[in-house]
Protein backbone atom coordinates (compact mmCIF):
# COMPACT_ATOMS: atom_id res chain seq x y z
CA UNK A 1 0.00 0.00 0.00
CA UNK A 2 2.68 1.97 0.33
CA UNK A 3 3.91 2.05 -3.35
CA UNK A 4 0.46 2.65 -4.63
CA UNK A 5 0.33 5.73 -1.85
CA UNK A 6 3.40 7.15 -3.06
CA UNK A 7 2.24 6.81 -6.95
CA UNK A 8 -1.87 7.15 -6.16
CA UNK A 9 -1.95 9.10 -3.22
CA UNK A 10 -4.61 11.52 -4.77
CA UNK A 11 -6.90 8.27 -5.97
CA UNK A 12 -6.75 6.45 -2.49
CA UNK A 13 -7.93 9.76 -0.52
CA UNK A 14 -11.01 10.08 -2.28
CA UNK A 15 -11.40 6.28 -2.31
CA UNK A 16 -14.22 4.67 -0.73
CA UNK A 17 -13.61 2.49 2.74
CA UNK A 18 -15.02 -1.03 0.76
CA UNK A 19 -13.15 0.00 -1.90
CA UNK A 20 -10.19 0.62 0.60
CA UNK A 21 -10.88 -2.60 2.61
CA UNK A 22 -10.92 -5.02 -0.64
CA UNK A 23 -7.72 -3.37 -1.77
CA UNK A 24 -5.97 -3.77 1.20
CA UNK A 25 -5.92 -7.60 1.48
CA UNK A 26 -5.26 -8.29 -1.86
CA UNK A 27 -1.95 -5.66 -2.21
CA UNK A 28 -1.05 -8.01 0.95
CA UNK A 29 -1.37 -11.22 -0.76
CA UNK A 30 0.70 -9.98 -3.51
CA UNK A 31 3.69 -8.93 -1.40
CA UNK A 32 3.35 -12.08 0.42
CA UNK A 33 3.67 -13.80 -2.88
CA UNK A 34 6.03 -11.25 -4.65
CA UNK A 35 3.25 -10.81 -7.83
CA UNK A 36 4.12 -7.79 -9.47
CA UNK A 37 1.89 -8.44 -12.35
CA UNK A 38 -1.31 -10.22 -11.30
CA UNK A 39 -3.11 -12.14 -13.20
CA UNK A 40 -6.20 -14.04 -13.34
CA UNK A 41 -4.85 -16.85 -11.72
CA UNK A 42 -3.39 -15.02 -9.10
CA UNK A 43 -6.72 -13.10 -8.31
CA UNK A 44 -8.61 -16.86 -8.21
CA UNK A 45 -6.02 -17.72 -5.63
CA UNK A 46 -6.55 -15.04 -3.66
CA UNK A 47 -10.22 -15.46 -3.30
CA UNK A 48 -9.84 -18.99 -2.88
CA UNK A 49 -7.19 -19.37 -0.28
CA UNK A 50 -8.99 -16.23 1.71
CA UNK A 51 -12.39 -17.26 0.90
CA UNK A 52 -13.29 -13.83 -0.23
CA UNK A 53 -16.59 -12.98 -0.78
CA UNK A 54 -18.15 -11.98 -4.61
CA UNK A 55 -18.79 -8.14 -3.60
CA UNK A 56 -15.71 -7.78 -2.32
CA UNK A 57 -14.36 -8.50 -5.35
CA UNK A 58 -16.64 -6.58 -7.07
CA UNK A 59 -15.26 -3.52 -4.55
CA UNK A 60 -12.08 -4.56 -5.80
CA UNK A 61 -12.21 -4.10 -9.28
CA UNK A 62 -13.78 -1.14 -8.85
CA UNK A 63 -10.56 -0.17 -6.64
CA UNK A 64 -8.96 -1.42 -9.98
CA UNK A 65 -10.62 1.42 -12.11
CA UNK A 66 -10.14 4.26 -10.20
CA UNK A 67 -6.37 3.50 -10.06
CA UNK A 68 -6.56 3.47 -13.73
CA UNK A 69 -4.65 0.07 -13.91
CA UNK A 70 -6.08 -0.90 -17.01
CA UNK A 71 -8.92 -3.43 -18.25
CA UNK A 72 -7.46 -6.35 -18.14
CA UNK A 73 -6.83 -6.87 -14.55
CA UNK A 74 -10.48 -5.15 -13.76
CA UNK A 75 -12.06 -7.95 -15.70
CA UNK A 76 -10.32 -10.85 -14.21
CA UNK A 77 -11.42 -8.96 -10.58
CA UNK A 78 -15.27 -9.30 -11.97
CA UNK A 79 -14.64 -13.14 -13.76
CA UNK A 80 -13.38 -14.00 -10.12
CA UNK A 81 -16.25 -12.38 -7.98
CA UNK A 82 -18.95 -14.05 -11.05
CA UNK A 83 -17.21 -17.25 -10.34
CA UNK A 84 -17.42 -16.80 -6.16
CA UNK A 85 -21.31 -16.12 -7.13
CA UNK A 86 -21.74 -19.14 -8.95
CA UNK A 87 -20.57 -21.20 -6.40
CA UNK A 88 -22.69 -20.12 -4.09
CA UNK A 89 -25.97 -19.93 -6.00
CA UNK A 90 -25.69 -23.36 -7.79
CA UNK A 91 -28.37 -25.11 -7.34
CA UNK A 92 -28.64 -29.25 -7.16
CA UNK A 93 -26.15 -29.47 -4.26
CA UNK A 94 -27.26 -31.86 -1.28
CA UNK A 95 -26.75 -29.58 1.39
CA UNK A 96 -26.49 -32.06 4.72
CA UNK A 97 -26.27 -35.77 5.51
CA UNK A 98 -29.59 -37.61 3.84
CA UNK A 99 -28.72 -40.91 5.42
CA UNK A 100 -32.11 -40.98 6.43
CA UNK A 101 -34.44 -44.28 7.12
CA UNK A 102 -37.84 -43.97 7.22
CA UNK A 103 -39.45 -46.99 8.86
CA UNK A 104 -42.09 -48.93 7.22
CA UNK A 105 -41.69 -52.55 8.11
CA UNK A 106 -39.81 -52.07 11.59
CA UNK A 107 -40.97 -50.39 14.99
CA UNK A 108 -38.17 -48.48 16.75
CA UNK A 109 -35.69 -49.47 19.79
CA UNK A 110 -38.22 -47.59 22.13
CA UNK A 111 -41.21 -49.77 21.30
CA UNK A 112 -39.71 -53.10 21.58
CA UNK A 113 -40.32 -54.67 24.91
CA UNK A 114 -38.55 -53.29 28.30
CA UNK A 115 -37.13 -55.94 28.75
CA UNK A 116 -35.94 -56.55 25.37
CA UNK A 117 -34.30 -52.58 25.23
CA UNK A 118 -32.42 -53.50 29.15
CA UNK A 119 -30.61 -56.58 27.09
CA UNK A 120 -29.52 -54.14 24.25
CA UNK A 121 -28.46 -51.45 26.13
CA UNK A 122 -26.36 -53.75 28.01
CA UNK A 123 -25.24 -54.98 25.41
CA UNK A 124 -23.48 -51.53 24.29
CA UNK A 125 -22.08 -51.16 27.62
CA UNK A 126 -20.45 -54.58 27.44
CA UNK A 127 -19.31 -53.59 23.54
CA UNK A 128 -19.71 -57.14 23.08
CA UNK A 129 -20.43 -56.68 19.66
CA UNK A 130 -19.43 -53.96 16.94
CA UNK A 131 -21.76 -50.80 17.11
CA UNK A 132 -22.66 -52.45 13.08
CA UNK A 133 -23.89 -55.67 14.81
CA UNK A 134 -25.67 -54.40 17.58
CA UNK A 135 -27.88 -51.82 14.97
CA UNK A 136 -28.21 -54.20 12.83
CA UNK A 137 -29.56 -56.43 15.95
CA UNK A 138 -32.01 -53.75 16.83
CA UNK A 139 -33.22 -52.98 13.09
CA UNK A 140 -33.91 -56.84 12.76
CA UNK A 141 -35.63 -56.94 16.49
CA UNK A 142 -37.77 -54.08 15.04
CA UNK A 143 -38.99 -56.19 12.18
CA UNK A 144 -39.85 -59.39 14.15
CA UNK A 145 -41.74 -56.84 16.34
CA UNK A 146 -43.93 -54.96 13.84
CA UNK A 147 -44.62 -58.33 11.73
CA UNK A 148 -45.35 -59.94 14.64
CA UNK A 149 -48.02 -57.06 15.65
CA UNK A 150 -49.24 -57.37 11.75
CA UNK A 151 -49.85 -60.72 12.69
CA UNK A 152 -51.92 -60.14 15.91
CA UNK A 153 -49.08 -62.34 17.24
CA UNK A 154 -46.91 -61.49 20.28
CA UNK A 155 -43.51 -59.89 20.56
CA UNK A 156 -41.95 -63.07 21.88
CA UNK A 157 -39.17 -65.14 20.39
CA UNK A 158 -40.88 -68.60 21.26
CA UNK A 159 -43.90 -67.75 19.45
CA UNK A 160 -43.87 -70.39 16.35
CA UNK A 161 -46.01 -68.24 14.44
CA UNK A 162 -44.68 -65.00 15.08
CA UNK A 163 -41.23 -65.83 13.56
CA UNK A 164 -42.96 -68.17 10.49
CA UNK A 165 -44.74 -64.89 9.59
CA UNK A 166 -41.33 -62.54 9.87
CA UNK A 167 -40.02 -65.28 7.55
CA UNK A 168 -42.84 -65.51 5.29
CA UNK A 169 -42.67 -62.11 5.21
CA UNK A 170 -38.95 -61.18 4.45
CA UNK A 171 -38.25 -63.68 1.87
CA UNK A 172 -41.55 -62.19 0.36
CA UNK A 173 -39.85 -58.23 0.04
CA UNK A 174 -36.69 -60.01 -1.08
CA UNK A 175 -37.57 -62.09 -3.60
CA UNK A 176 -39.88 -58.80 -4.82
CA UNK A 177 -36.53 -57.28 -5.15
CA UNK A 178 -34.36 -59.87 -6.81
CA UNK A 179 -36.21 -60.78 -9.60
CA UNK A 180 -38.38 -63.24 -7.77
CA UNK A 181 -35.47 -65.03 -6.03
CA UNK A 182 -34.70 -64.52 -2.63
CA UNK A 183 -31.19 -63.34 -1.24
CA UNK A 184 -30.75 -66.32 1.25
CA UNK A 185 -28.36 -64.38 3.20
CA UNK A 186 -31.23 -61.17 4.39
CA UNK A 187 -32.40 -64.34 5.75
CA UNK A 188 -29.61 -65.89 7.01
CA UNK A 189 -28.40 -62.59 8.56
CA UNK A 190 -31.41 -62.25 10.30
CA UNK A 191 -31.83 -64.96 11.96
CA UNK A 192 -28.08 -64.69 12.67
CA UNK A 193 -28.93 -61.66 14.63
CA UNK A 194 -32.49 -63.59 16.25
CA UNK A 195 -29.55 -66.02 17.64
CA UNK A 196 -27.57 -63.72 18.96
CA UNK A 197 -30.21 -61.69 20.91
CA UNK A 198 -31.64 -64.96 22.27
CA UNK A 199 -28.28 -66.09 23.62
CA UNK A 200 -27.69 -62.11 25.33
CA UNK A 201 -31.19 -61.99 26.77
CA UNK A 202 -31.08 -65.96 28.56
CA UNK A 203 -33.75 -67.25 26.36
CA UNK A 204 -34.20 -71.14 26.70
CA UNK A 205 -31.91 -73.65 24.85
CA UNK A 206 -35.32 -74.69 22.90
CA UNK A 207 -35.33 -71.07 21.71
CA UNK A 208 -32.14 -71.44 20.28
CA UNK A 209 -32.43 -74.53 18.89
CA UNK A 210 -35.30 -73.64 17.18
CA UNK A 211 -33.75 -70.41 15.60
CA UNK A 212 -30.43 -71.99 14.73
CA UNK A 213 -32.78 -74.42 12.59
CA UNK A 214 -34.12 -71.79 10.16
CA UNK A 215 -30.62 -70.27 10.76
CA UNK A 216 -29.08 -73.00 9.35
CA UNK A 217 -31.29 -73.57 6.52
CA UNK A 218 -30.71 -70.10 5.31
CA UNK A 219 -26.95 -70.77 5.32
CA UNK A 220 -27.27 -73.81 3.05
CA UNK A 221 -29.44 -72.19 0.83
CA UNK A 222 -27.32 -69.48 0.51
CA UNK A 223 -24.33 -71.96 0.09
CA UNK A 224 -25.61 -73.12 -3.20
CA UNK A 225 -26.57 -68.93 -4.22
CA UNK A 226 -24.05 -67.62 -6.03
CA UNK A 227 -23.02 -64.59 -3.91
CA UNK A 228 -24.23 -61.45 -5.29
CA UNK A 229 -20.64 -59.35 -4.84
CA UNK A 230 -19.27 -62.32 -7.35
CA UNK A 231 -21.78 -61.09 -10.02
CA UNK A 232 -21.34 -57.39 -9.18
CA UNK A 233 -17.76 -57.73 -8.90
CA UNK A 234 -17.87 -59.77 -12.42
CA UNK A 235 -20.49 -56.33 -13.61
CA UNK A 236 -17.82 -53.77 -12.26
CA UNK A 237 -14.54 -55.00 -13.65
CA UNK A 238 -11.55 -55.36 -12.29
CA UNK A 239 -9.44 -52.99 -10.40
CA UNK A 240 -7.27 -52.34 -12.90
CA UNK A 241 -10.09 -51.64 -15.38
CA UNK A 242 -11.35 -49.36 -12.59
CA UNK A 243 -8.23 -46.98 -12.08
CA UNK A 244 -8.28 -47.01 -16.38
CA UNK A 245 -11.55 -44.72 -15.85
CA UNK A 246 -10.72 -43.20 -13.26
CA UNK A 247 -7.79 -41.40 -15.34
CA UNK A 248 -9.87 -41.10 -18.03
CA UNK A 249 -11.82 -39.07 -15.80
CA UNK A 250 -9.21 -36.80 -14.57
CA UNK A 251 -8.23 -35.83 -18.39
CA UNK A 252 -12.06 -35.52 -18.95
CA UNK A 253 -11.71 -32.90 -16.63
CA UNK A 254 -9.53 -30.88 -17.60
CA UNK A 255 -11.72 -30.15 -20.60
CA UNK A 256 -15.22 -30.43 -19.60
CA UNK A 257 -16.94 -27.02 -20.12
CA UNK A 258 -18.64 -25.99 -17.02
CA UNK A 259 -16.77 -25.36 -13.85
CA UNK A 260 -18.89 -27.72 -11.53
CA UNK A 261 -18.58 -30.43 -14.15
CA UNK A 262 -14.74 -30.25 -14.09
CA UNK A 263 -15.03 -30.17 -10.31
CA UNK A 264 -17.84 -32.88 -10.03
CA UNK A 265 -15.66 -35.47 -12.65
CA UNK A 266 -12.57 -34.77 -10.57
CA UNK A 267 -14.02 -35.67 -6.74
CA UNK A 268 -15.46 -38.86 -8.90
CA UNK A 269 -12.62 -39.90 -10.16
CA UNK A 270 -10.31 -39.74 -6.75
CA UNK A 271 -13.30 -41.58 -5.14
CA UNK A 272 -13.18 -44.78 -7.79
CA UNK A 273 -9.23 -44.11 -7.83
CA UNK A 274 -8.92 -44.19 -3.86
CA UNK A 275 -11.37 -47.17 -3.19
CA UNK A 276 -8.97 -49.08 -5.73
CA UNK A 277 -6.10 -48.55 -3.02
CA UNK A 278 -7.69 -48.38 -0.14
CA UNK A 279 -11.11 -49.68 -0.41
CA UNK A 280 -13.11 -47.84 2.19
CA UNK A 281 -16.68 -48.24 3.79
CA UNK A 282 -18.68 -45.41 3.19
CA UNK A 283 -18.59 -44.36 7.09
CA UNK A 284 -15.42 -44.59 6.83
CA UNK A 285 -15.33 -42.24 3.73
CA UNK A 286 -17.61 -39.92 5.67
CA UNK A 287 -15.48 -39.67 8.98
CA UNK A 288 -12.15 -40.41 8.29
CA UNK A 289 -11.70 -39.10 4.56
CA UNK A 290 -10.19 -35.97 6.00
CA UNK A 291 -7.34 -33.71 5.23
CA UNK A 292 -4.94 -33.21 8.24
CA UNK A 293 -6.47 -36.39 10.08
CA UNK A 294 -7.15 -39.60 7.99
CA UNK A 295 -5.14 -38.06 5.23
CA UNK A 296 -1.84 -36.59 5.79
CA UNK A 297 0.76 -35.22 3.80
CA UNK A 298 4.08 -36.48 4.22
CA UNK A 299 6.59 -33.84 2.76
CA UNK A 300 9.62 -36.07 2.96
CA UNK A 301 8.05 -38.61 0.59
CA UNK A 302 6.54 -36.11 -1.39
CA UNK A 303 3.24 -38.11 -0.91
CA UNK A 304 0.38 -38.78 1.12
CA UNK A 305 -0.94 -41.73 4.19
CA UNK A 306 -3.90 -42.87 5.13
CA UNK A 307 -4.21 -43.45 8.48
CA UNK A 308 -7.66 -44.58 10.51
CA UNK A 309 -9.29 -46.94 12.52
CA UNK A 310 -12.52 -48.13 10.72
CA UNK A 311 -15.42 -46.92 12.59
CA UNK A 312 -17.15 -51.00 11.88
CA UNK A 313 -14.35 -52.42 14.03
CA UNK A 314 -13.24 -49.52 16.50
CA UNK A 315 -14.52 -51.53 19.33
CA UNK A 316 -13.20 -55.31 18.24
CA UNK A 317 -10.32 -57.12 16.62
CA UNK A 318 -10.43 -55.38 13.81
CA UNK A 319 -6.57 -53.79 12.48
CA UNK A 320 -5.58 -50.30 12.15
CA UNK A 321 -5.43 -49.29 8.45
CA UNK A 322 -1.66 -47.28 7.99
CA UNK A 323 -1.05 -47.32 3.82
CA UNK A 324 1.61 -45.12 3.06
CA UNK A 325 0.67 -44.27 -0.79
CA UNK A 326 3.28 -44.08 -3.09
CA UNK A 327 3.70 -40.45 -5.16
CA UNK A 328 1.63 -42.01 -8.04
CA UNK A 329 -1.55 -41.04 -6.37
CA UNK A 330 -1.00 -37.45 -5.64
CA UNK A 331 -2.67 -36.86 -8.93
CA UNK A 332 -5.90 -37.34 -7.77
CA UNK A 333 -5.99 -35.81 -4.45
CA UNK A 334 -4.19 -33.11 -5.60
CA UNK A 335 -6.78 -32.43 -7.85
CA UNK A 336 -9.33 -32.09 -5.77
CA UNK A 337 -7.40 -29.50 -3.93
CA UNK A 338 -6.41 -27.81 -6.68
CA UNK A 339 -9.11 -28.21 -9.01
CA UNK A 340 -9.29 -25.20 -11.61
CA UNK A 341 -6.27 -23.01 -9.68
CA UNK A 342 -2.95 -22.45 -10.66
CA UNK A 343 -0.41 -25.36 -9.54
CA UNK A 344 1.57 -22.67 -8.20
CA UNK A 345 -0.86 -22.67 -5.34
CA UNK A 346 -0.99 -25.98 -4.36
CA UNK A 347 1.03 -26.06 -1.45
CA UNK A 348 -0.54 -23.48 -0.15
CA UNK A 349 -3.81 -24.64 -1.21
CA UNK A 350 -2.72 -27.96 0.71
CA UNK A 351 -1.29 -26.24 3.87
CA UNK A 352 -4.55 -24.68 4.14
CA UNK A 353 -6.95 -27.58 3.60
CA UNK A 354 -5.04 -29.76 6.05
CA UNK A 355 -4.96 -27.33 9.14
CA UNK A 356 -8.73 -26.93 8.80
CA UNK A 357 -8.98 -30.49 8.93
CA UNK A 358 -11.25 -30.47 5.36
CA UNK A 359 -12.86 -33.41 4.04
CA UNK A 360 -11.39 -34.75 1.32
CA UNK A 361 -14.71 -34.31 -1.12
CA UNK A 362 -16.57 -31.34 -1.24
CA UNK A 363 -18.94 -29.94 -3.41
CA UNK A 364 -18.58 -27.28 -6.35
CA UNK A 365 -20.19 -24.83 -3.47
CA UNK A 366 -17.88 -26.03 -1.02
CA UNK A 367 -20.55 -27.91 0.91
CA UNK A 368 -18.95 -31.48 2.13
CA UNK A 369 -20.14 -34.53 0.62
CA UNK A 370 -23.31 -36.40 1.85
CA UNK A 371 -22.79 -40.39 3.47
CA UNK A 372 -24.50 -41.62 0.49
CA UNK A 373 -22.78 -39.31 -2.05
CA UNK A 374 -19.57 -42.15 -2.02
CA UNK A 375 -22.06 -45.37 -3.10
CA UNK A 376 -23.42 -43.04 -5.80
CA UNK A 377 -19.87 -42.48 -7.54
CA UNK A 378 -19.66 -45.83 -7.29
CA UNK A 379 -22.69 -46.95 -8.90
CA UNK A 380 -22.32 -45.11 -11.60
CA UNK A 381 -18.55 -46.24 -12.68
CA UNK A 382 -18.80 -49.78 -11.21
CA UNK A 383 -22.65 -50.51 -11.16
CA UNK A 384 -22.39 -51.09 -7.79
CA UNK A 385 -21.78 -49.49 -4.46
CA UNK A 386 -18.19 -48.91 -3.13
CA UNK A 387 -18.23 -51.96 -1.04
CA UNK A 388 -17.23 -54.06 -4.02
CA UNK A 389 -13.80 -52.85 -4.00
CA UNK A 390 -13.19 -54.69 -0.44
CA UNK A 391 -13.83 -57.99 -2.60
CA UNK A 392 -12.39 -56.61 -5.49
CA UNK A 393 -8.71 -56.04 -3.66
CA UNK A 394 -8.70 -59.77 -2.55
CA UNK A 395 -9.47 -60.62 -6.25
CA UNK A 396 -6.52 -59.15 -7.85
CA UNK A 397 -4.35 -59.77 -4.75
CA UNK A 398 -4.89 -63.36 -4.44
CA UNK A 399 -2.97 -64.21 -7.36
CA UNK A 400 0.25 -62.87 -5.71
CA UNK A 401 0.05 -65.34 -3.11
CA UNK A 402 0.78 -64.25 0.80
CA UNK A 403 2.04 -61.31 0.16
CA UNK A 404 -1.05 -60.36 -2.11
CA UNK A 405 -3.63 -61.67 0.65
CA UNK A 406 -1.71 -60.01 3.65
CA UNK A 407 -1.80 -56.75 1.17
CA UNK A 408 -5.51 -57.21 0.71
CA UNK A 409 -5.91 -57.72 4.94
CA UNK A 410 -3.95 -54.23 5.52
CA UNK A 411 -5.97 -52.22 2.92
CA UNK A 412 -9.18 -53.45 4.18
CA UNK A 413 -8.47 -53.52 8.08
CA UNK A 414 -9.08 -56.87 8.45
CA UNK A 415 -7.35 -58.29 11.79
CA UNK A 416 -4.65 -61.37 10.87
CA UNK A 417 -7.27 -64.07 12.16
CA UNK A 418 -10.31 -62.70 10.09
CA UNK A 419 -12.31 -65.20 8.79
CA UNK A 420 -12.49 -63.64 5.36
CA UNK A 421 -8.45 -64.00 5.10
CA UNK A 422 -8.51 -67.43 5.66
CA UNK A 423 -10.92 -68.03 3.10
CA UNK A 424 -8.95 -66.70 0.35
CA UNK A 425 -6.06 -68.14 1.67
CA UNK A 426 -8.24 -71.05 1.51
CA UNK A 427 -9.06 -70.20 -2.24
CA UNK A 428 -5.29 -69.42 -2.78
CA UNK A 429 -4.34 -73.00 -1.57
CA UNK A 430 -6.68 -74.34 -3.71
CA UNK A 431 -6.01 -72.65 -7.11
CA UNK A 432 -2.18 -73.57 -6.46
CA UNK A 433 -3.30 -77.45 -5.81
CA UNK A 434 -5.55 -77.44 -9.05
CA UNK A 435 -2.92 -75.73 -10.92
CA UNK A 436 -0.20 -77.97 -10.11
CA UNK A 437 -2.23 -81.35 -10.45
CA UNK A 438 -3.15 -80.13 -14.17
CA UNK A 439 0.47 -79.57 -14.65
CA UNK A 440 1.44 -82.86 -13.46
CA UNK A 441 -1.33 -84.70 -15.66
CA UNK A 442 -0.21 -82.47 -18.69
CA UNK A 443 3.77 -83.83 -17.94
CA UNK A 444 2.56 -87.41 -17.84
CA UNK A 445 0.64 -86.72 -20.87
CA UNK A 446 3.95 -85.72 -22.56
CA UNK A 447 5.97 -88.67 -20.94
CA UNK A 448 3.43 -90.87 -22.76
CA UNK A 449 3.77 -89.24 -26.06
CA UNK A 450 7.88 -88.99 -25.88
CA UNK A 451 7.86 -93.01 -24.80
CA UNK A 452 5.42 -93.73 -28.47
CA UNK A 453 7.86 -91.34 -30.25
CA UNK A 454 10.44 -94.12 -29.35
CA UNK A 455 8.65 -96.96 -29.75
Request: one cysteine or more.
Amino acid sequence: METLRDAFAAELNTMPDPELCALEPFMAFCAGHRIVNPQAADLNAYSELYDIESQSLRDLALAFERLGLGDGICKCAIKASVARQHKVTLQGIPKRTNRRYVRSVSVPVTELPCDWQKTLRRLRLERTYAASILDRMERRLGMFAWSAQQAGRPIDLTDTAALKGLYDTMRMRSALKNDGTPRWSYLRSTWEELRRFARAHGLPKEVWDKLTKTYENSDRLEGRQQALKIAKAREAGSLPELLIKAEKMLDAARDAKHPQMRHALRNRATAIALGCAIPARPQDVLVHHILGKGIVFEPARGAYRITYTPQKTRTTMGATIDIPLLPDWNKFIDAVILQDQDPRYLGQLRANAIANQRPLYIHYDGTPAVYSWYSRMWETVAKTGGQIARTLVYDEAVFSGEAGIQYGRCVNGHAPNSPVVAKYRSERATKALVTQGQDIMAAGYGADEDISDLL
